[in-house]
T-cell receptor
Framework: DVKVTQSSRYLVKRTGEKVFLECVQD?????MFWYRQDPGLGLRLIYF???????EKGDIPEGYSVSREKKERFSLILESASTNQTSMYLCASRETGVLVTEAFFGQGTRLTVV | RKEVEQDPGPFNVPEGATVAFNCTYS??????FFWYRQDCRKEPKLLMS???SGNEDGRFTAQLNRASQYISLLIRDSKLSDSATYLCVVNRDFNKFYFGSGTKLNVKP
């Protein structure tokens, strides 16, 4: 069974803090993703990575950065947290193949910025 | 315009009913299509892929209409356990997946 594990289920941070969200997958997948999910807006892609040290901006990268130093780990960094970054953050991974394959998600981190 | 649009619902149906959801997508270059299921406070999980010819998995049937740019999900003989939010997902450009905001289904006894 593929497992994607996010380091925290719930986080509360103060405005201006630097926040790290960690994600680890155990299936040797090349591709990893960070999304945020907000009511009425669905999941929106923040960043993705297709290999170690490689990263690509998604649709809403502003205010975020990422790090992928090891294949199994993809970190999302909020450089200076703001209240509009309060959201559910979901990490996902999938393998590379000829066909577009299923993405497996972590359980999510609900971040509240106060 | 959103990449993927879904009716948010909720759809409230009795057990045993047949229910259908539609989802429209805006970019004709979209290549792959999926339905994901998300239970309350849980992560999304793949329900089924959607193939051009349509496909069925037990009580679930998915259809794709490229000409009109929509996909559909039909659930027959609804169970209480089918209560969830159903996310329509469209893929293009390799790693770009676009999610709808979901359709909520409540199946009642």
């Amino acid at each position: 069974d593929v497992k994607v594990t996010q380091s925290s289920r719930y986080l509360v941070k103060r405005t201006g803090e630097k926040v790290f969200l960690e994600c680890v997958q155990d299936m040797d997948h090349e591709n990893m993703f960070w999304y945020r999910q907000d009511p009425g807006l669905g999941l929106r892609l923040i960043y993705f990575s297709y290999d170690v040290k490689m990263k690509e901006k998604g649709d809403i990268p502003e205010g975020y950065s990422v790090s992928r130093e090891k294949k199994e780990r993809f970190s999302l960094i909020l450089e200076s947290a703001s209240t509009n970054q309060t959201s559910m953050y979901l990490c996902a991974s999938r393998e590379t193949g000829v066909l577009v394959t299923e993405a497996f998600f972590g359980q999510g981190t609900r971040l509240t910025v106060v | 315009r959103k990449e993927v649009e879904q009716d948010p619902g909720p759809f409230n149906v009795p057990e045993g009913a047949t229910v259908a959801f539609n989802c429209t997508y805006s970019n004709s270059a979209s290549q792959s299509f999926f339905w994901y299921r998300q239970d309350c406070r849980k992560e999304p999980k793949l329900l089924m892929s959607v193939y051009s010819s349509g496909n069925e998995d037990g009580r679930f049937t998915a259809q794709l209409n490229r000409a009109s740019q929509y996909i559909s999900l039909l659930i027959r003989d609804s169970k209480l356990s089918d209560s969830a939010t159903y996310l329509c997902v469209v893929n293009r450009d390799f790693n770009k997946f676009y999610f709808g905001s979901g359709t909520k289904l409540n199946v009642k006894p």
